[in-house]
């Protein structure tokens, strides 16, 4: 198992299947009297957020609570950021008060990264969305999400299923690791977009691109729907909101050309009426809340699983004998 | 499921292996036990069976099946994974877990748990505190196939297959139809 989780694409697909896998029985700790598992007790996450998150933030604090693990919550606004403290010495800081996890969301692609290879931090560094580069946990979840209603009994993979997804690709990070994990496990991508959301180089992504959303829906099993991310548009991407939602917008006309058993996914926060109308989100083929419940479980698994186990996998050997006896 | 971990390396360094127990043998004590169990609990009503994976939860089923035939009806078998408890985790890297399925609600039930192998006694403790966390059984007993001695902590069986005294070199391989394809309890390694 990797020590990080910096990009989607760092798991092959013992990893991937192995982290979903140990989601579908963390999932059932939510459902228990007492929600707490004493697994990471004395260990210390700290949450690293210089961007606004709701969802994810709380999802993580929610997952690492629910090990036993000491949360500790930092967010840019109202620290020492403000006052213009680099990444490096916020992260030396971290580290002098023993973190054992550092989860970093970043405004710069490529800052988990970086925070990791200089060894800032010893702790395991989790990327919580950098930029406009990646968002592993979030592709996980979403890959758990499907498992769990189109390939329940498969192999562990999503071998042969069409997700397609749509909107903003240029300035998402949610689908860049999508893209990664959905190859690793197995399923086909179709991009959906207009040509000027498209980025550069989309052509060596191992997917299908189109304009055209009504031509895909029909073969899909899930269709993801992006969000318009208003705060990065700074130049004109398409002539008007109107015209976007028109072409691009999931609505129940198109919903009811997807085949019965297709499911809607959207990573939130959603603008209702623009890339998916309200009907649609509140549908019962809408999944948009259960993905909020599964990021719970998928990231308690990712927090266990890089920190739960020896850090020093060397002791391994000495510790056989000690676990042959348990 | 310790005791297959232990298999696997003692097969590979072709350790002679003892065959103390065959399919009949193993069969005879799961009835025993299964009656035993009854006997003590008089009823099987407030009676909730956990295994402990992964051959635990094969022989609480099979004592479980054993029950519904004695008893004239259906008496479920849970599984009751313990890896998050353990007190070794640290020193390993992280494992995968296994599958967690409690039948019932334990609250107030006599909670009989199963496993192949009593060694240490840390398996059983962490399904103890593992247990802790589902809610407040009226009791909890200990059910397991073998007891081959060296306890770590102050825990003992109330139903016992076989008491098998072993040395610490030994190894003691419990196979499974349901996994391994036959039935066979056997001590490995030592001087045999």
């Known amino acids: 198992m990797i020590k990080n989780l910096l990009s989607a694409g760092d798991l092959d697909r013992t990893d991937a299947i192995r ?3 140990t989601a579908e029985e963390l999932l059932g700790v939510a459902s228990r009297p007492i929600k707490k598992l004493p697994t990471l007790r004395g260990r210390t996450v700290v949450n690293l957020f210089f961007e606004d998150s709701t969802r994810t933030r709380i999802s993580f604090e929610a997952a ?18 403000s006052k213009g403290e680099s990444l490096k010495d916020t992260a030396l800081t971290l580290q ?3 973190a054992d996890a550092v989860i970093i969301r970043h405004h710069s692609s490529g800052a988990p990264h970086r925070l990791a290879q200089a060894k800032w931090t010893n702790g395991a560094v989790i990327n919580a969305g950098d930029g406009t580069h990646e968002h592993p946990t979030q592709a996980l979840l979403d890959a758990f999400t499907m498992r769990r209603h189109l390939a329940k009994d498969g192999d562990g993979s999503l071998t042969g299923k069409n997700v397609t997804i749509v909107g903003d690709v240029l300035h998402s990070r949610v689908v860049r690791s999508n893209v990664l994990l ?9 991009i959906v977009a207009p040509p000027t959301l498209l980025p550069v180089g989309i052509d060596h992504w191992p997917v299908e691109t189109s304009y055209d959303l009504d031509s895909s829906l029909e073969k ?12 990065r548009m700074n130049a004109s991407y398409f002539p008007s909101a ?31 009426g623009m890339e998916i109308t309200a009907d649609v989100a509140d549908h019962v083929r809408s999944v948009i809340v259960e993905q909020v419940t599964n990021g719970v479980a998928v990231r308690m698994a990712v927090l266990y699983l890089l920190l739960g186990g020896a850090a020093d996998e060397t002791t391994t050997d000495e510790a056989t004998t000690d676990k042959d006896r348990a | 499921m310790v005791a297959s971990d232990d298999a696997a ?7 002679p292996a003892r065959t103390v127990l065959d399919d009949q043998d193993i069969s005879r004590a799961l009835t025993r036990i299964t009656h035993e169990i009854l006997e003590r609990n008089r009823d099987s009503a407030g009676l909730v069976l956990l295994g402990i994976p992964t051959r635990g939860v094969h022989l609480a089923r099979r004592i479980a099946r054993r029950m519904s035939d004695v008893e004239g009806r259906d008496i479920p078998a849970g599984a009751l994974d313990i890896t998050m408890y353990r007190d070794d985790l640290r020193l390993k890297p992280a494992r995968a877990l296994e599958h967690t399925e409690i039948p019932d609600d334990i609250d107030g ?16 403790r962490a399904a103890l505190d593992a247990l802790n966390e589902l809610g407040r059984p009226k009791a909890v007993q200990l059910a397991v196939l073998i007891d081959r001695g060296h306890r770590e902590l102050p825990i003992r069986a109330d139903f016992v297959g076989k008491n098998l005294p072993t040395s610490l070199v030994e190894r003691v391989k419990v196979s499974l139809d349901e996994i391994d394809d036959l039935d066979a309890v056997a001590i490995m390694g030592g001087q045999a």
């Open chain 1, 220 to 231: 899909a099993d899930v269709v993801m729907m992006l969000r318009v991310q208003a705060e």
């Open chain 2, 9 to 15: 390396r003692a097969d590979s360094s072709h350790a």
């Open chain 1, 19 to 21: 982290i979903l896998d």
């Open chain 1, 64 to 81: 690492a609570k629910r090990l036993s693990a000491d949360v500790i919550n930092f967010s840019a606004k109202g620290s020492s950021v």
């Open chain 1, 242 to 272: 109107r015209e976007y939602s028109r072409r691009y917008g999931l609505d129940t006309a198109r919903l009811n050309r997807l085949p019965d058993h297709a499911i809607v996914m959207h990573p939130g926060p959603m603008n209702r």
């Open chain 2, 109 to 124: 039930k006599v909670v009989v748990l199963i496993d192949d192998v009593l060694f240490s006694g840390r398996t059983i």
């Open chain 1, 96 to 98: 002098a008060m023993g």
């Open chain 1, 182 to 190: 959905l190859e690793t496990l197995g399923a086909n991508v179709t």
